[in-house]
Nanobody
Framework: VQLQASGGGLVQTGGSLRVSCAAS????????MGWFRQAPGKEREFVAA????????HYADSVKGRFTISRDNTKNTLYLQLDSLKPEDTAVYYC????????????????????WGQGTLVTVSS
């Protein structure tokens, strides 16, 4: 699976942004998908995940209620809607496709993902 993230940019505190991840190469719906982020000087962290069918979602506590993950399997595209943005949300956001055998409880861990996109930078100004 090839993944191409896009949609990052500069936004003010309290603003919104939607990042996308276009997938190609395999049957998209076979894969649970996740978003991770990495801020400067920090380790990569889990943000959100969605099952292959799109019916179940998971979020990090830090973004719950502000971010929404979704997918359109007819367009082979994953989305992350970022609302009520804070300066601490500034990071490179990566999309990733999980091992099809992975359980939902493992979606929080980067080692459960076997394909990664190149990342898109989101900068939130204060």
């Amino acid at each position: 699976v090839q993944l191409q993230a896009s949609g990052g940019g500069l936004v003010q505190t309290g603003g919104s942004l939607r990042v996308s991840c276009a997938a190609s190469g395999r049957t998209f719906s076979n894969y649970g998908m996740g978003w991770f982020r990495q801020a400067p000087g920090k380790e990569r962290e889990f943000v959100a995940a969605v099952t292959g069918s799109g019916t179940s979602t998971h979020y990090a506590d830090s973004v719950k209620g502000r971010f929404t993950i979704s997918r359109d399997n007819t367009k082979n595209t994953l989305y992350l809607q970022l609302d009520s943005l804070k300066p601490e949300d500034t990071a490179v956001y990566y999309c990733a496709a999980s091992d099809p055998r992975a359980s939902q409880k493992s979606y929080y861990y980067s080692h459960s993902y076997i394909y990664w996109g190149q990342g898109t930078l989101v900068t939130v100004s204060s």
